[in-house]
């Protein structure tokens, strides 16, 4: 592993422990060189899905790609990065187990957007209006209004259909 500060491949192991939910493991690194520390993660090499872009492309899924536009969309507000972290690994999970290869890319959309919306209002809207690429205010507007008619499911209630 290189170190960000001076570029040494030589590093320890300070510290290592499993996250929080079991998927991955991670390493607090002190190079070697220069004494810089340096977090990582291990996690288990996942199968390889693809997603079908809406011009018909495909391109292999992208964790770091959907966390970064979780992220955008909760700029400012008050969303951890944590419960991102966890709404991105529960969205992750969810669809290598409902697609064994290839998955479109508006069911991947979609589910962003209903985890965004058990997080952040604001975030849900910000994230729907460059998704469905909102042309005008009239757009934003139909779209909060619709938000104010959904109801938030409760963290306590159970889900009763699939």
């Given amino acids: 592993m290189y170190c960000s500060k001076c570029g040494s491949l030589e590093d320890k192991v300070i510290d290592s422990r499993l996250s929080k939910d079991g998927r991955s493991i991670r390493r607090r690194r002190e190079c070697v060189s220069c004494a810089q520390r ?20 495909s391109e292999p899924f992208d964790r770091h790609k ?50 965004l919306h058990e997080l952040d209002g604001v975030a849900y809207v910000r994230y729907a209006s460059v998704y469905r690429s909102f042309q005008d205010i009239g757009e934003f507007i139909d779209e909060i209004q619709s938000l104010e008619r959904r109801p938030k499911r409760s963290a306590l209630q159970s889900e009763l259909f699939k």
């Fill in 66 to 115: 959907l966390l970064s536009g979780m992220l955008k969309a909760c700029e400012k507000r008050p969303v951890t990065r944590e419960s991102l972290e966890k709404a991105a690994a529960e969205i992750i999970q969810s669809l290598e187990q409902d697609f064994a290869r290839e998955l479109p890319s508006h069911i991947v959309g979609a589910k962003v957007m209903d985890a």
């Fill in 38 to 57: 340096f977090t990582t993660y291990e996690e288990i090499e996942r199968a390889d899905l693809r997603v079908l872009k809406r011009d018909g492309r």
